[in-house]
Nanobody, 119 residues
Framework: QVRLVESGGGLVQPGGSLRLSCAASGRISSINAMGWYRQAPGKQRDLVASISRNGLTNYADSVKGRFTISRDNAKNTVYLQMNSLQPEDTADYYC?????????????WGQGTQVTISS
């Protein structure tokens, strides 16, 4: 089992920034890709960004140039730096891991952290 604990969500004005963190514990050896999904009310959960163990990244088109994913393998932690936030970024953000190099098939989910962009 892998436990994922997210932090860093909150309320921010349009144009602002937030940094999400997700710390993994438990069966760390099973983790390759780490990433973030988000789910807005009434919508499906979509991939935002992912990063493999060796640092290969992938982003949804809607966040390219605004969001940056990174990870610290020594701390078993993945980060999502979100800049130039817009109301359409409002969602619950979920950390996810996979034993694969991509995060399309998720093995473990975090509990989610709420991000609200509003003036």
């Amino acid at each position: 089992q892998v436990r994922l604990v997210e932090s860093g969500g909150g309320l921010v004005q349009p144009g602002g920034s937030l940094r999400l963190s997700c710390a993994a514990s438990g069966r760390i050896s099973s983790i390759n890709a780490m990433g973030w999904y988000r789910q807005a009310p009434g919508k499906q959960r979509d991939l935002v960004a992912s990063i493999s163990r060796n640092g290969l990244t992938n982003y949804a088109d809607s966040v390219k140039g605004r969001f940056t994913i990174s990870r610290d393998n020594a701390k078993n932690t993945v980060y999502l730096q979100m800049n130039s936030l817009q109301p359409e970024d409002t969602a619950d953000y979920y950390c996810a891991t996979s034993w694969r190099t991509t995060i399309n098939a998720v093995d473990y989910w975090g509990q989610g952290t709420q991000v609200t962009i509003s003036s």
